[in-house]
């Protein structure tokens, strides 16, 4: 049984959402998966969180175990990319220097910096690491204690804060089809 889209390296890409936590790059990268996958493309989700669990078990939070962490997700990233799927990579990846290391790896990517001021990120934290973070109670949490450098070039930057879910999934779309992934637009 042939395909619509043949999976080629030429098919392959690694969409990686960076951007603090809260930002809106996991929901953003689900709302992304359900059109492509629709679409007919072999999508696969890698988040920070998910990985973090299950690839990276037993990393700290030091920048070398957040570097490692990173490294193992772009990795993965980068080898099923040149087997033909699209993926979507949501980690916060704080380090700009780590991300253009894994990125250049990559046969084609698109990174996507995902952004809300701080005080939007607070109030849409339901777990309440930021407050936690701000009270001194988690150490090297990234946006408060420890940096998070952001993108210079990004090929994306969505404001969550100013913008609705279907207004960054638009560009989104509009970014891919830079790329010659098209889907038909609802």
């Given amino acids: 049984m042939r395909t619509a889209f043949p999976t080629t390296s030429r098919s392959g890409l690694v ?7 809260g930002a809106g790059k996991t929901t953003l990268a689900r709302a992304l998966a359900t059109v492509l996958q629709e679409a007919g493309y072999p999508v696969e989700q890698l988040d920070g969180d998910i990985v973090r669990e299950h690839l990276s078990k037993g990393l700290g939070f030091s920048r070398e175990d957040r570097d490692t962490n990173i490294r193992r997700i772009g990795f993965v990233a980068n080898l099923l990319a040149k087997h033909g799927v699209i ?3 949501s980690a916060i990846s704080p380090y700009r220097a780590t991300r253009t290391e894994v990125l250049a ?6 990174e996507v910096f995902v952004e809300a001021p701080l005080e939007v990120l607070i109030q849409r934290d339901v777990k309440g690491l930021y407050a936690k973070a701000l009270r001194g109670e988690i150490a090297q949490f990234t946006g408060i204690s420890d940096p998070y450098e952001p993108p210079l070039n990004p090929d994306l930057h969505l404001r969550t804060d100013q913008m609705t879910l279907r207004a960054c ?18």
């Fill in 15 to 21: 969409i990686w959402f960076t951007g603090l936590s």
């Fill in 87 to 89: 993926v979507l990579v």
């Fill in 105 to 110: 790896a990559a046969p084609r990517k698109l």
């Fill in 169 to 186: 999934l638009d560009q989104l779309l509009v970014a891919l089809e830079r790329l010659d992934i098209t889907v038909r637009r609802r």
